[in-house]
């Protein structure tokens, strides 16, 4: 089995290093080739020329789409350093100008992401226009070694050893409901009057910052009449929606109702276990200007708006 470098020695055509990797990672030649902007056809054919050079397959082509062989394993692995390498000088040039310029790829939860940072990205670009945002979503947590994202804000402490962090804000959890369903149901005055409520809690799925997320199933509750949700579901985003239509109540961060939110906050002698978020990115990155202005706007915006 050839070593890394001499496969990328030996592939050195960097169009078709390029089009494996996309498909790679996109797992079909289709979703590869919107990706690239090439066709199918034209994607595959780079892909068969590719194979015919290193006289290896890459793929198993089944129905349900591409699975790397154990050849494509590794060109990928090497691939992926590359590319991922490669990126890191491009901002690392980008830096070495005076004014922060580039692309910064941002990471956090989708509520978080979706309800307070993006209706703030507009007042960030407009003061750093010469950067370049790209926003990832997602409650699962992106590999910041491997550059799925340059930074991360992240709502528990990071996992991998080579990554600063920052501290940005401690969050509590505390009760909500829609004005809709407290005008149909009334306002419970205890702990205890929730046993006549409905309760939205996150499903078995979700991931969550905290052990004993849904404690409010328990506040309050008589054990021999353990309360039953009337809904799971496993993201917060999706909770946040479901009680802004009125199905029911749910403990939800308390920047909610900092960010113009409708929700009432009811019972509010009950608090929920609370939670930390970060800020995150890796050693490489210290000293990158797009990342430092970035991380004092967020900090200067919490500031603003949660305290």
């Not at 509590?172 to 006549?196: I, S």
């Not at 002698?269 to 990115?281: I, T």
């Not at 490489?284 to 915006?301: A, C, P, Q, W």
Request: proline share 6%; net charge neutral; no cysteine.
């Amino acid at each position: 089995m050839p070593n890394r470098v001499g496969v990328i020695r030996d592939v050195m055509d960097w169009d078709k290093l390029r089009v494996f990797h996309a498909v790679a990672e996109a797992g079909s030649f289709t979703h590869a080739g919107e990706a690239l902007n090439l066709s199918q056809s034209a994607v595959s054919r780079q892909i068969s020329a590719l194979e015919e050079t290193l006289r290896v397959p890459l793929f198993h082509r089944h129905a349900r789409g591409l699975i790397l062989t154990e050849q494509g394993e590794l060109l990928f692995r090497t691939a992926r350093e590359v590319f991922a390498k490669l990126a890191m000088t491009e901002a690392q040039l980008a830096d070495s100008k005076d004014r922060p310029q580039g692309p910064i790829k941002i990471t956090t939860t989708v509520a978080f992401g979706s309800l307070w940072l993006t209706p703030r990205m507009r007042e960030f670009l407009d003061l750093y226009p010469d950067i370049t945002v790209s926003l990832i979503l997602d409650d699962a947590e992106l590999d910041l070694s491997m550059r799925q994202a340059d930074v991360a804000i992240r709502m528990m402490p990071p996992r991998q050893p080579d990554l600063v962090q920052r501290h940005l804000l401690t969050m509590h959890h505390k009760v909500y409901a829609a004005p809709e369903y407290l005008k149909k149901y009334g306002m419970p005055k205890t702990a205890e009057d929730l046993d006549r409520h409905s309760i939205i809690v996150f499903g078995d799925e979700a991931r969550t910052p905290t052990a004993n997320v849904n404690w409010l199933l328990d506040a309050g509750a008589r054990p021999e009449a353990p309360r039953r949700p009337v809904l799971k579901v496993n993201n917060i985003y999706g909770i946040i929606r479901a009680v802004e239509s009125g199905l029911g109540v749910a403990a939800l961060p308390d920047y909610l109702s900092r960010e113009g939110s409708q929700l009432v906050e009811i019972l509010p002698e009950l608090r929920g276990p609370s939670f930390d978020a970060y800020f995150v990115y890796p050693e490489e990155l210290r000293h990158s200007k797009r990342i430092g202005v970035f991380r004092d706007f967020l900090i200067r915006k919490i500031n603003d708006s949660l305290y």
